[in-house]
């Protein structure tokens, strides 16, 4: 976990032998202190307040790669309660599309990210995505069975972005996992999102139900009320999706998974679907709008040597979400918002492996 940062004047600071970089909150955003000079050891840390420049203790020699450094270098904490946990990540130049803002895939990859490391937090393990002890006795692991991710506005390149995320059960057949997305410079509400994780057998590749034992150790981290990103009634995250049926509008097939798509559990990683989905988007629509609201159902795993198709169809809109916030209202927007059905299935046998739901808005240049 980060430490707090004690404060020191701006001499001091660059007479540091051993500075840290931290970033404190002014009128205009957050802003980056003085680096420490060239050839000096530089950590990160974070500090609340609005006025000093943050001065932390640089990791002696056993603190490099020792257990709990990476926890000091992120700039990441449990709340009070222990019963969420918030990060700030930088979005990074390679994070950004052709609009210049972070792709979708950058913001399901930070996702991913804050949630492992709220795991890793509170002692879960990190030989996979927050096994718990007796599922890694019992060969258990996470997978997702599904995401919705509702993007208000796209950070750019530099910007920060604070993510809160927290977990919760969902009954007997697996967990929930929520987020909130801020820009930390204005604290407005950039997006959110929520998940739907189950229980597989690593040997079997088999569904389990969630056992007395494992909610046990996950639900004393949970918070003891639901919590929902989404707590509107009748809100997208909540609609099915039915099954598109070939022939599609657009398609796109042969797609092959990378050995780079491959993750920890040794199938491809849920973010490469949402890659899958977007090929089979039209490019005049790619060039024209931007993505609003993705929602992924997984129904089968797929493995390094599969080889899939993305079909992609249009559908009828009734309704659209405008943002003040974050938090949408309900209003008729049909003239600006396209809505597509999308099916990702394997080459040749069809056989299932996720259906998807996009929303886009007209791009605003």
């Given at each position: 976990m980060l430490r707090a940062c004690a404060s020191v004047s701006p001499v001091a600071a660059r007479e540091a032998s051993t500075v840290a970089q931290c970033w404190r909150r002014g009128a205009s955003g957050v802003l980056p202190m003085p680096r420490a000079e060239s050839g000096k050891l530089t950590v990160r840390c974070s500090r609340s307040g609005n006025e000093g420049v943050g001065l932390c203790p640089a990791p002696t020699s056993t603190d490099v790669g020792g257990e709990g450094f990476a926890e000091r270098l992120r700039m990441g904490r449990l709340e009070e309660d222990g019963l969420s946990y918030r990060e700030s990540f930088i979005?990074?130049?390679?994070?950004?599309?052709?609009?210049?803002?972070?792709t979708v895939e950058t913001i399901a990859n930070l996702l991913q990210e804050v949630g492992c490391n709220h795991a890793q937090s509170v002692g879960f393990s990190t030989d996979g995505f927050a096994t718990t002890n007796t599922m890694r006795a019992?060969?258990?692991?996470?997978?997702?069975?599904?995401?919705?991710?509702?993007?208000?506005?796209?950070?750019?390149?530099?910007?920060?972005?604070?993510?809160?995320?927290?977990?919760?059960?969902?009954?007997?057949?697996?967990?929930?996992?929520?987020?909130?997305?801020?820009?930390?410079?204005?604290?407005?509400?950039?997006?959110?999102?929520?998940?739907?994780?189950?229980?597989?057998?690593?040997?079997?590749?088999?569904?389990?139900?969630?056992?007395?034992?494992?909610?046990?150790?996950?639900?004393?981290y949970c918070p003891r009320t639901p919590r929902l990103a989404f707590p509107e009634e009748e809100n997208d995250s909540l609609k099915k999706i039915p099954k598109l049926e070939d022939p599609a509008d657009f398609s796109r097939h042969g797609l092959v998974p990378r050995r780079a798509d491959l993750d920890m559990n040794q199938h491809v990683n849920n973010v490469t679907y949402i890659g899958w989905v977007l090929e089979s988007m039209p490019q005049e629509i790619i060039d024209t709008h931007e993505l609003q609201t993705i929602t992924l159902d997984y129904r089968r795993e797929c493995q390094h040597d599969d080889m899939v198709d993305s079909l992609t169809s249009s559908e009828k809109i009734t309704l659209a979400a405008e943002?003040?916030?974050?938090?949408?209202?309900?209003?008729?927007?049909?003239?600006?918002?396209?809505?597509?059905?999308?099916?990702?299935g394997l080459s040749g046998t069809g056989m299932e492996l996720n259906r998807g739901r996009t929303i886009w808005r007209k791009l605003v240049r």
């Open positions: 979005v990074r130049c390679y994070e950004v599309g052709i609009n210049k803002t972070a019992l060969r258990l692991i996470w997978v997702t069975s599904r995401m919705h991710i509702e993007i208000y506005k796209y950070p750019a390149w530099g910007d920060v972005v604070e993510i809160e995320t927290w977990c919760q059960g969902e009954g007997r057949i697996g967990t929930r996992r929520d987020w909130i997305l801020k820009d930390l410079a204005t604290g407005s509400v950039i997006g959110r999102a929520t998940s739907k994780w189950v229980m597989m057998n690593q040997d079997t590749r088999k569904l389990q139900r969630v056992s007395d034992e494992v909610r046990e150790e996950y639900l004393v943002s003040t916030n974050g938090y949408p209202s309900r209003k008729s927007h049909e003239h600006n918002n396209l809505q597509y059905l999308h099916f990702l």
